[in-house]
């Protein structure tokens, strides 16, 4: 394996190609990547020279989630910088794959999806990944990737099941299990660890490598595919897959061109871990998720700001694609008034607009100054609305008839605000009740027309951050 390692920063070049066919104004995106912190190792030094001209990237994702999750952003950054200079984008959903489970980085086995599930979740992957690169595109257009002469070709989604769904058992021996060693197998990372624990591995989860192998084959021959960008843990299965194309293009006889365009490559990414060792991506154990209906937009944006300082430089390095001057005027910045969080605010500005879009970003904004009891009277009941309107756990609507006029702690049990009635007046007594981030001294306080902000919505707040958003239908 090969580590790049420069002590250069950031920095566009000025050379120029005719055509219209690749971005040249900014540096090597391998090398542009590895400033970044965003390359761990890669198979060949040659994967440099190979990327100054336009070349097909893929990355392969399996759908064990509806939703893929904040870990998972590292290397769909990596895929969006390939994208923005010019080469061919593919993202790999695992349709096939995921109805077996990658063992790298397993100490035991994944429980089997149902088919139904996995459809759902190949389904829900397949969108998000649409809309991370058109969000991601408009991001790095704003960002100074606009140079019009880039003939920037559009990502591909694909699945491996319209590939694998018609090969049999006979098929897979022959076409993939002939060209296969199995003392190479063995020695695998995620195969010796597994064959060392008491658990074992399965025959399933050890020809997984062989899949994922076939899969860089497939998209070499039919996609022109050289290089595939994955994940630390990757490193085994990427070289399988280098490995099963140089030996299938000898069993094909098509070995007579074998200079720098009929390479195969591998790039990896490396596990990005917090500075506390935890893993990122996590929040109180549970993952941070790129769809909005599973993590609001707001506990995105939160997350990212409570990045740690000995995180956050690193973060906007590998989250952003601001330049290496910015990233140090903000890191300056901070550093005056570390209290203020200055470079958390930037990174969660930039990264909730690559993820969400500015719509998105917006709406983390109004539910930050919702949730963090600032003064609401210069937002519009519509902007409240469009903020929550996702957020299963804070937003209710209920029928304006039941909500006018009734009780405050009728309406705190309704909404699961407090317990009881009882228990909202207990509330209320200690001082840790607010309707729209004013406290309530009456247990008797009733909710009528005039609270409501612009007829629309009330704001109940239960002691320091319990929030519920009520709009009236």
Same mark, same amino acid.
């Given at each position: 394996? @090969?580590?790049?390692?420069?002590?250069?920063?950031?920095?566009?070049?000025?050379?120029?190609?005719?055509?219209?066919?690749?971005?040249?104004?900014?540096?090597?995106?391998?090398?542009?990547?590895?400033?970044?912190?965003?390359?761990? &190792?890669?198979? %060949?030094? *040659?994967?440099?020279?190979?990327?100054?001209?336009?070349?097909?990237?893929?990355?392969?994702?399996?759908?064990?989630?509806?939703?893929?999750?904040?870990? &998972?952003?590292?290397?769909?950054?990596?895929?969006?910088?390939?994208?923005?200079?010019?080469? /061919? +984008?593919? $993202?790999?959903?695992?349709?096939?794959?995921?109805?077996?489970?990658?063992?790298?980085? #397993?100490?035991?086995?994944?429980?089997?999806?149902?088919?139904?599930?996995?459809?759902?979740?190949?389904?829900?992957?397949?969108?998000?990944?649409?809309?991370?690169?058109?969000?991601?595109?408009?991001?790095?257009?704003?960002?100074?990737?606009?140079?019009?002469? =880039?003939?920037?070709?559009?990502?591909?989604?694909?699945?491996?099941?319209?590939?694998?769904?018609?090969?049999?058992?006979?098929?897979?021996?022959?076409?993939?299990?002939?060209?296969? #060693?199995?003392?190479?197998?063995?020695?695998?990372?995620?195969?010796?660890?597994?064959?060392?624990?008491?658990?074992?591995?399965? @025959?399933? *989860?050890?020809?997984?490598?062989?899949? /994922?192998?076939?899969?860089?084959?497939?998209?070499?021959?039919?996609?022109?595919?050289?290089?595939?960008?994955?994940?630390?843990?990757?490193?085994?299965?990427?070289?399988?897959?280098?490995?099963?194309?140089?030996?299938?293009? =000898?069993?094909?006889?098509?070995?007579?061109?074998?200079?720098?365009?009929?390479?195969?490559?591998?790039?990896?990414?490396? !596990?990005?871990?917090?500075?506390?060792?935890?893993?990122?991506?996590?929040? $109180?154990?549970? $993952?941070?998720?790129?769809?909005?209906?599973?993590?609001?937009?707001?506990?995105?944006?939160? @997350?990212?700001?409570?990045?740690?300082?000995?995180?956050?430089?690193?973060?906007?390095?590998?989250?952003?694609?601001?330049?290496?001057?910015?990233?140090?005027?903000?890191?300056? *910045?901070?550093?005056?008034?570390? *209290?203020?969080?200055?470079?958390?605010?930037?990174?969660?500005?930039?990264?909730?607009?690559?993820?969400?879009?500015?719509?998105?970003?917006?709406?983390?904004?109004?539910?930050?100054? =919702?949730?963090?009891?600032?003064?609401? %009277?210069? !937002?519009?009941?519509?902007?409240?609305?469009?903020?929550?309107?996702?957020?299963?756990?804070?937003?209710?609507?209920?029928?304006?008839?039941? !909500?006018?006029?009734?009780?405050?702690?009728?309406?705190?049990?309704?909404?699961?605000?407090?317990?009881?009635?009882?228990? +909202?007046?207990?509330?209320?007594?200690?001082?840790? @009740?607010?309707?729209? &981030? /004013? #406290?309530?001294?009456?247990?008797?306080?009733?909710?009528?027309?005039?609270?409501?902000?612009?007829?629309?919505? =009330?704001?109940?707040?239960?002691?320091?951050?319990?929030?519920?958003?009520?709009?009236?239908?």
């Amino acid at each position: 394996m @090969f580590i790049l390692r420069s002590r250069h920063s950031f920095r566009r070049l000025s050379t120029f190609r005719v055509n219209r066919c690749f971005i040249s104004t900014y540096s090597n995106v391998v090398t542009d990547m590895t400033q970044r912190g965003l390359v761990s &190792n890669t198979t %060949s030094p *040659e994967v440099i020279e190979k990327t100054n001209k336009p070349t097909t990237i893929y990355c392969g994702v399996d759908p064990t989630a509806k939703s893929l999750h904040l870990g &998972n952003l590292v290397t769909l950054m990596g895929l969006l910088h390939f994208h923005v200079r010019g080469h /061919q +984008a593919i $993202a790999l959903v695992g349709g096939a794959t995921g109805s077996i489970g990658d063992p790298s980085g #397993r100490k035991s086995e994944r429980v089997p999806l149902s088919p139904e599930t996995l459809k759902e979740n190949v389904a829900g992957i397949d969108n998000q990944i649409h809309r991370f690169f058109r969000n991601g595109t408009r991001y790095a257009e704003r960002r100074g990737f606009d140079d019009t002469t =880039v003939d920037r070709k559009i990502p591909k989604v694909l699945n491996n099941f319209d590939w694998f769904s018609n090969m049999t058992a006979l098929d897979f021996l022959s076409s993939i299990g002939r060209h296969a #060693r199995v003392n190479s197998m063995l020695a695998k990372e995620s195969v010796k660890s597994r064959l060392e624990s008491t658990q074992g591995i399965s @025959f399933t *989860e050890f020809s997984y490598q062989l899949l /994922q192998a076939y899969d860089f084959w497939y998209l070499y021959k039919h996609h022109d595919c050289r290089v595939q960008l994955g994940g630390n843990d990757q490193w085994g299965n990427i070289t399988a897959g280098i490995d099963l194309i140089a030996r299938k293009r =000898v069993f094909e006889n098509d070995v007579k061109d074998n200079n720098l365009e009929a390479k195969a490559f591998g790039v990896t990414i490396p !596990l990005l871990l917090t500075s506390t060792g935890e893993k990122f991506g996590k929040s $109180a154990g549970n $993952a941070v998720w790129l769809d909005e209906n599973m993590t609001s937009v707001f506990d995105f944006y939160q @997350f990212l700001m409570k990045s740690t300082d000995s995180d956050v430089r690193k973060y906007l390095s590998m989250f952003t694609l601001l330049k290496e001057d910015e990233i140090l005027e903000i890191m300056n *910045e901070h550093q005056k008034t570390p *209290e203020k969080r200055f470079a958390q605010r930037k990174l969660a500005d930039e990264t909730t607009e690559l993820v969400h879009g500015v719509d998105g970003l917006r709406r983390a904004k109004t539910a930050t100054q =919702v949730l963090f009891g600032e003064d609401l %009277s210069s !937002l519009t009941g519509d902007q409240i609305v469009e903020a929550f309107k996702t957020d299963e756990n804070r937003f209710i609507q209920l029928e304006r008839s039941k !909500l006018i006029g009734s009780g405050i702690d009728a309406i705190a049990s309704i909404t699961n605000a407090a317990k009881s009635k009882s228990d +909202a007046q207990k509330r209320i007594k200690a001082g840790g @009740f607010y309707l729209n &981030n /004013q #406290r309530v001294t009456n247990v008797k306080q009733t909710i009528e027309e005039d609270h409501l902000i612009d007829g629309k919505v =009330v704001v109940l707040r239960v002691g320091k951050s319990s929030y519920y958003l009520i709009q009236a239908i």
